[in-house]
């Protein structure tokens, strides 16, 4: 079942698009796993099969998260700033996975024990996607940018309906709900996720919900769509559910209409140095200080973009995604310098303090992040294209065989045996060359929405380290993409995706039929 059907905005022009475009449609069974059965069993952890949706390529998995280790190899060969830890894991040290319908209390490695932090009850928005603190007007000043979520669950229909109505907005409650990763395999989710404020809602006629005199409808006089225009305002850690039966799967399954309520702690009301106003450049960790090592980070990270995007422009890689696919997306990336000019208006003026520079070093890690964010969801929208047409292909030969007229659309159920472990070999054949190209749109955003909480809710003391982390984990996502086209640039023909930055192997990449789809950094009107 999907809890809302989520459509993102090019940053530059707010156009939106579609993911991906599916010649047939398809009806797949998808296992559905209850989370009640784990907690019957409260020493096992478990351990999901993803087979049933890897012709998703969806990356919000449990089972994923815990079986992906970050590879030393992808590291950067030029990397001098920090020493690699052997024992460092981002996947398990910074993403923290729990089960809503249960007490979070036994769950939360770290107990709430901050007299000055200020919890806040808000709804909860469990999604298969990542938001990242991009355009936040409130606390950073930058350029405001919007996000567009199509609500077509019961529950998640009656929130934005109740965060619209005249009745919240006489209490002065505002209209903000918390946006946090949900795992398609466990249905648990992550602990930080990312405040939204709604600023426009409209039904599915194109009536404004937001100007409109209403009070909270029932649920049978609920709109069958309501889109919302949110702004990102701010990170949050997730420290207590209130209504923990709203997030069971029999809920879910039963597509109750109430929608989780929570207590957040607000990344702006914990205490951090920017609150203290302390200076974080005079304290030097080992040989350079935390500003000159996220300036040395800067310039790694742009060099390392820079160059990605020259040998996009080249056509390196171009056999592994869509026709004309790479052409497209790399004609949408910004230049390096259009980063440092849309974070000129926004920066501090006047003293040039540590507080006003990292600030807006932030700004412009947060607005390479979000291009490279777009970028990932392009590789992966372009491989499910690929993978469908495949697929397609497949089970219509498979129809064909069975004898007697074509019914369309072909069903997996109504396929043999045989042919049904035939498309799912295809699926995660396609799955594991996915996860090969380390470009995740999810998990290593998840990561850095952790590191981005953890470097600001943290003492003195313990931050340093984790002030720099969040550009330490960026300037490695870019450096393995860099790493991986320079291979792939060196060998003379194209080679299979899991050869790429591995030991090699037998693995066989699936034909691959040519289709442009409507992805990411895809025009909307674009043919192919």
């Not at 006629?205 to 209403?214: F, H, I, K, M």
């Not at 497209?328 to 520079?357: C, H, I, Q, R, Y």
């Not at 932030?362 to 047409?389: F, H, I, K």
């Not at 955003?445 to 984790?466: K, N, P």
């Amino acid at each position: 079942m999907t809890t809302a059907c989520l459509v993102r905005a090019d940053m530059a022009s707010g156009r939106s698009w579609p993911v991906a475009a599916c010649v047939i449609t398809l009806r797949v069974a998808c296992l559905i796993v209850s989370c009640d059965a784990f907690s019957r069993h409260p020493g096992v952890r478990p351990v999901i099969s993803t087979s049933c949706l890897a012709f998703s390529l969806h990356t919000n998995s449990e089972h994923i998260a815990q079986n992906r280790k970050w590879n030393g190899d992808h590291a950067t060969q030029q990397e001098e700033i920090v020493a690699t830890r052997a024992d460092w894991d981002p996947y398990t040290d910074f993403i923290q996975w729990v089960d809503p319908s249960l007490p979070l209390q036994n769950q939360l490695d770290n107990s709430i024990d901050d007299d000055e932090c200020v919890l806040q009850d808000m709804p909860l928005y469990p999604l298969d996607a990542v938001y990242l603190p991009y355009g936040n007007t409130v606390a950073d000043g930058a350029l405001t940018e919007y996000h567009y979520l199509n609500n077509v669950e019961p529950r998640n229909l009656h929130m934005a309906m109740d965060l619209t109505s005249s009745d919240h907005r006489e209490k002065g409650i505002p209209p903000v709900f918390c946006a946090v990763l949900r795992a398609s395999d466990t249905g648990r989710i992550a602990t930080v996720g990312t405040i939204l404020r709604i600023v426009e809602a409209t039904d599915e006629s194109g009536r404004d919900l937001w100007g409109a005199e209403q009070s909270s409808p029932s649920s049978e006089a609920l709109p069958q769509r309501i889109r919302v225009k949110c702004v990102v305002e701010d990170i949050a850690s997730i420290c207590e559910v209130l209504n923990p039966d709203a997030a069971t799967s029999r809920a879910r399954i039963l597509r109750s209409d109430e929608y989780i309520r929570v207590k957040v702690k607000r990344r702006s009301s914990t205490r951090s140095i920017d609150a203290k106003g302390e200076d974080d450049a005079s304290v030097d960790t080992g040989s350079m200080s935390t500003m000159e090592l996220i300036s040395a980070y800067k310039a790694k990270i742009a060099e390392d973009y820079r160059m990605i995007k020259i040998i996009y422009e080249i056509g390196v890689g171009s056999q592994l995604l869509p026709l004309n696919g790479l052409s497209e997306m790399v004609s949408a990336m910004p230049l390096v310098e259009d980063f440092d000019a849309k974070n000129e208006d926004g920066e501090d003026g006047g003293g040039g303090t540590a507080t006003a520079s990292e600030q807006s070093a932030r700004r412009w890690l947060l607005t390479v992040v979000q291009t490279w964010q777009s970028v990932c969801y392009t590789w992966r929208a372009g491989r499910q294209a690929l993978l469908a047409a495949d697929r397609n292909e497949l089970m219509i030969d498979a129809a064909c065989r069975n004898g007697g007229p074509l019914k369309l659309p072909v069903h997996m159920a109504d396929l043999s045996p045989e042919d049904r472990r035939n498309i799912e070999g295809v699926d995660l054949a396609a799955q594991h060359d996915y996860l090969q190209l380390r470009l995740d749109p999810t998990l290593d955003f998840q990561v850095l929405l952790s590191m981005l909480w953890s470097s600001s809710s943290l003492s003195m003391s313990s931050r340093l380290d984790f002030a720099t982390e969040p550009w330490r984990w960026v300037s490695r996502l870019l450096a393995q993409e860099r790493k991986r086209l320079e291979d792939l640039a060196a060998q003379p023909t194209a080679a299979p995706i899991s050869s790429l930055g591995t030991d090699g192997g037998d693995d066989e990449l699936v034909d691959e039929d040519l289709m442009l789809p409507n992805g990411w950094f895809f025009d909307e009107n674009e043919e192919a």
